[in-house]
C-alpha cells in the first residue's frame, strides 16, 4: 500500500508550535493551495486549505524557519480522523502528517528565510550558504569535449 503526498502552497498563518506532555515537538500549519484549472461559472482559480501537522524537528524547523505567506513544498502522507464535535455531530478531517518541508520560494521572493529548498532534517545554519571551503572558480577551462 502507498500513502504519500506532495503539496506546494502558502502557509495562511505562522506555524503554531506546541509540545506533548512528554515534550514532543508538535507543529500545525495550513497551506493554501491553488488548483490547477479554473471555476467554469466565476473564472477564478480555487484555492484548497490543507491542514498539516509535522512532528519533532521537522515541526521545530517548520517553526523556526516558515512563517506566513511564505511557500513551503510539504512531502508526508494523508491522515483522516474521524471525531465528535461540540454538539455531538460526528465529524471528518483530513491532514498530511509532514515528513519533509522544503523551501518552495526565495528568501528574495518571501522577505526572509534561506535561499533554495532544504530538507527539514538538514543542520541550522546551512541553508543557502556555501561552505567556507568552496570558492567561486574564475579560470575558463576552454571548450567542452562533447
Known sequence: MLNKIFVMGRLTRDPELRHTQSGTAVAAFTLAVDRDFKDKTTGEKVTDFIDCVAWRN???FVSKY???GRMA????RLQLRDWTDQNGNKRRSA???VDQVYFGDSKRDSGGGSY????ASAPAGSYGTAPAEFTELTDDDGELPF
Not at 513544498?73 to 508526508?76: A, K, L, N, P, R
Not at 533554495?116 to 530538507?119: E, K, L, R, S, V
Open 116 to 119: 533554495g529548498a532544504a530538507p
Open 95 to 97: 491532514e498530511v502528517i
Open 73 to 76: 513544498v510539504v512531502e508526508g
Open 66 to 68: 516558515f512563517s506566513r
Open 58 to 60: 521537522t515541526g521545530e
